[in-house]
């Protein structure tokens, strides 16, 4: 929290004031994050143009948000797998949309079933923002390597 109200510029117990304890600041943030995304995700219009063109729309609006807040990264490991889950459940349903339009029209691979590629496409993700944090690669390199990485699983070609 002090490193929090450092980086506010205001005092710890400012901070205080507003959240109680790391965990509702933590809360906080993840709900802030997830608001963000879910709104660049509408604003993306996925439901428009090819799923391949859509699918890469969605990634580069996620990974905004993994770049405003990088500690996300921290936050999650906090996390159970149901409540990872329940988090991530309005981009999953946004994504599964898209799978499934996808797949219907014969540009996702269709030998993959759904939840798969859901569960892949947040795995690549936390990895690329991971990569990010460790100082591995560049928040742009990792963003190319998610976008081919999850067009490739998804058995899409590029648009």
Do not use: K, N
Not at 21 to 39: C, F, G, N, P, Y
Not at 121 to 143: N, W
Request: net charge negative; proline share 6%; glycine share 6%.
């Amino acid at each position: 929290m002090r490193e929090i109200a450092r980086a506010a510029g205001v005092s710890r117990q400012t901070v205080y004031a507003h959240y109680p304890s790391r965990e509702a600041l933590a809360r906080a943030v993840q709900e802030r994050s997830l608001a963000a995304t879910v709104a660049a995700m509408d604003a993306a219009e996925l439901d428009d143009g090819p799923a391949p063109a859509a699918l890469d729309r969605l990634v580069r609006a996620g990974w905004g948000t993994l770049e405003r807040y990088p500690v996300l990264m921290d936050l999650r490991v906090e996390l159970s797998p149901e409540e990872e889950l329940a988090l991530h459940r309005p981009i999953l349903e946004r994504l599964e949309r898209l799978v499934t339009r996808g797949q219907r029209s014969g540009e996702f691979d269709c030998a993959l079933p759904g939840p798969w590629l859901l569960t892949s496409f947040l795995a690549l993700s936390h990895a690329a923002a991971e990569e990010v944090r460790a100082g591995r690669l560049t928040a742009e390199r990792a963003l190319e390597a998610l976008r081919a990485s999850v067009l490739r699983v998804f058995g899409a070609q590029p648009g």
